[in-house]
C-alpha cells in the first residue's frame, strides 16, 4: 500500500521559515516523479516546487530564493524547505508522487501552513 505522509506545517510569522516532510512508503522514488503542491483557500492546487526526470530540482518563481526541493532516497523522504515566508505562501501544501513509466499517482493529506502576524 502506497502513503505519503507530510509533516511540518504550522503557524508561522512573516519572514519565518518551515521544513516540511514528506515520509513515503510503498513506492521507490526513482520510479515517480517527485513534487511538492499547495493549494490556497479559493484557489486551484499547484505545484510548487518538483524534480525533473534526470534529478533536477525546480521551484515556481513565485517561491525561487525562498523555497528549496530536496529528498532522501534511501529514507523515502522528500522535504520542503520554505525560509523567508510571506503571507502569500498561506495554503495547504501536498507531496505528490506520479509514475515516469505508468498513470499510478499519489497524493498525502496535505498539511496546513498559516503565514501571518
Known amino acids: 500500500q502506497v502513503r505519503l505522509v507530510e509533516s511540518g506545517g504550522g503557524l508561522v510569522q512573516p519572514g519565518g521559515s518551515l521544513t516540511l516532510s514528506c515520509a513515503a512508503s510503498?513506492?521507490?522514488?526513482?520510479?515517480?516523479?517527485l513534487s511538492w503542491y499547495r493549494q490556497a483557500p479559493g484557489k486551484l492546487r499547484h505545484m510548487v516546487a518538483r524534480f525533473f526526470a534526470d534529478g533536477t530540482p525546480h521551484v515556481i518563481d513565485a517561491v525561487k530564493g525562498r523555497f528549496a526541493i530536496s529528498k532522501d532516497n534511501a529514507q523515502n523522504t522528500i522535504t520542503l524547505q520554505m525560509n523567508n515566508l510571506i503571507p502569500e505562501d498561506t495554503a495547504v501544501y501536498y507531496c505528490y508522487a506520479l509514475k515516469i513509466h505508468g498513470i499510478d499517482d499519489y497524493w498525502g493529506q496535505g498539511t496546513q501552513v498559516t503565514v501571518s502576524s
Open positions: 510503498g513506492i521507490i522514488f526513482d520510479d515517480y516523479y
